[in-house]
């Protein structure tokens, strides 16, 4: 059943597309610019005006499409001259700008991308996307997505992250971190991440003697919240692969971030917030990149740039030994260098956050 969501009659230039990312799209806005936000997952946004109704279904009888007919209706009575969306792989926001192509639409990457139907980028359409880097670019080629402008600025909500914590820098010399991706699902065994949780049955052991060998401190970054429900199911499933686990929870929506840059070392399979650490000049290991994964995952092309040196192909406990001990060993400006040119591909980080240039690009667009 479809939740009701009343919206006050005030014309306001801005739209801001998916309550719950909207929190971060705000700091997209200029202070000055008034705005709305609106739900889209299972909801009616409902105005209480004369030429509502007409509206929604003018654009349903050529539409056919629920939300997109709601949505319409309101950037034209409210107005709209900017749709502002944190949700990249929806295809809504290509829709809108196809219906009325006055707006400008900016949808602004949320999570990593592939080939892969799981990331839904398959018949989607942009008019602006604020995307992480030059590996997108590339994956939008490949996919033959229609889309008018492509800017590689980084990540959204890393930068929010930097700006809102410019004098942390606490640093666990010790300490190695896996960022889990774990779902629910997880536990069904269901033949996409059949070959990642055949690996972390390796994996987790395997890191945990390497850690105890080298006077290591391991934890697992949870998916789950330190209050969420589902956290219990999540370090029930990873315990079940090796006893004893620490585990560390976000209490806030940013705090993984904190946990990452607090440690030595953070390997991953295939999780955006790896990628984005390691776009930060993080050490990193990825495992996503393992054939026997890759090949089922269909999601080869995004570990492709990566050098060796920052993920494993063939897995087994010698290689992923070795891995850690040569990343473990290296100075940081060495690192540094030998990575330089694949972190600049998969985020293009740019002297200004991306919010500061999404601000700029809207304040001018409304001047």
């Known amino acids: 059943m479809k939740k009701l969501n009343l919206l006050n009659n005030t014309v306001k230039p801005v739209l801001i597309l998916d309550k719950i990312t909207s929190d971060e799209v705000e700091y997209c806005i200029p202070k000055s610019i008034k705005y709305d936000v609106i739900s889209t997952r299972n909801c009616f946004n409902l105005l209480i005006q004369l030429f509502f109704l007409p509206y929604f279904f003018y654009y349903y009888y050529y539409s056919r499409n629920f939300f997109l007919s709601n949505t319409l209706a309101i950037c034209r009575l409210k107005k709209t001259k900017v749709v502002l969306t944190f949700t990249d792989n929806d295809s809504l926001p290509g829709q809108i700008k196809k219906f009325l192509p006055s707006i400008m639409v900016i949808s602004i990457q949320n999570g990593l991308r592939s080939i892969n139907k799981f990331h839904n980028w398959q018949n989607i359409s942009f008019d602006i996307l604020y995307g992480f880097g030059n590996y997108e670019q590339r994956l939008i080629k490949k996919l033959n997505l229609k889309i008018n402008e492509y800017n590689a600025v980084g990540s959204l909500r890393y930068g929010i992250f930097k700006e809102n914590n410019q004098n942390e820098n606490k640093y666990f010399k010790n300490r190695i971190v896996y960022i889990s991706t774990w779902r629910m699902d997880f536990s069904t065994e269901r033949k996409e991440i059949d070959e990642i949780n055949k690996n972390l049955n390796s994996f987790l ?53 904190t946990f990452c840059q607090n440690s030595e070392i953070i390997i991953s399979h295939d999780s955006t917030l790896a990628f984005e650490m390691y776009g930060a000049g993080k050490k990193v290991l990825f495992l996503g990149s393992i054939n026997n994964i890759t090949e089922k995952q269909n999601w080869g092309d995004i570990f492709a740039e990566l050098p060796d040196l920052v993920k494993i192909v063939n897995y087994d406990k010698e290689t992923l030994f070795n891995k850690l001990n040569t990343l473990n060993n290296m100075s940081y400006e060495k690192y540094l260098l030998a990575t330089q040119n694949s972190r600049n591909f998969y985020m293009n980080n740019s002297n200004l956050y991306v919010h500061q240039i999404i601000k700029k690009r809207v304040s001018k667009f409304l001047e």
């Open 205 to 257: 052991p395997d890191v945990n003697n390497f850690c105890v060998n080298y006077n290591k401190k391991f934890s697992i970054i949870t998916a789950s919240k330190a209050n969420s429900k589902n956290l219990k199911w999540e370090i029930e499933f990873f315990n079940k692969k090796n006893k004893n686990n620490n585990f560390l929870s976000r209490s806030s929506k940013n705090e993984s971030y």
